[in-house]
């Protein structure tokens, strides 16, 4: 199983920006799929982006396409999110999490390793 830790949020302006971080150790971190989710307030969790293990394949959901990037470093055994023109609705918790299989990161919330969150509020 693989250990994960978020960083990089906080309160931020509408318009505004933010690099969250996602550290990972343990069992090979990079030999697994990696993908933000977000849980809103009073909401669901819900899926933003993927990564697989070498980054040449990714995926980020259409309502952040245009302004989030998701990008990873193995050598750092960290994957990033870029999010660019934060809206009042990115306000959420922002969970990292991983998984051999980055054909399920995109249609499941039921992974085994979860990291415990960074939160994001954007402000107008």
């Known amino acids: 199983q693989v250990q994960l830790v978020e960083s990089g949020g906080g309160m931020v302006q509408a318009g505004g920006s933010l690099r969250l971080s996602c550290a990972a150790s343990?069992?090979?971190?990079?030999?697994?799929?990696m993908a933000w989710f977000r849980q809103p307030p009073g909401k669901v969790r819900e899926f933003v982006a993927a990564i697989n293990w070498d980054g040449n394949r990714s995926y980020v959901t259409d309502s952040v396409k245009a302004r989030f990037t998701i990008s990873r470093d193995n050598a750092k055994n960290t994957m990033y999110l870029q999010m660019l023109n934060l809206k009042p609705e990115d306000t959420a918790v922002y969970y990292c999490a991983a998984d051999p299989n980055f054909e399920k990161m995109l249609v499941t919330v039921r992974f085994d390793s979860w990291g415990q969150g960074t939160r994001v509020t954007v402000f107008s």
């Open positions: 343990g069992r090979t971190p990079s030999n697994y799929a």
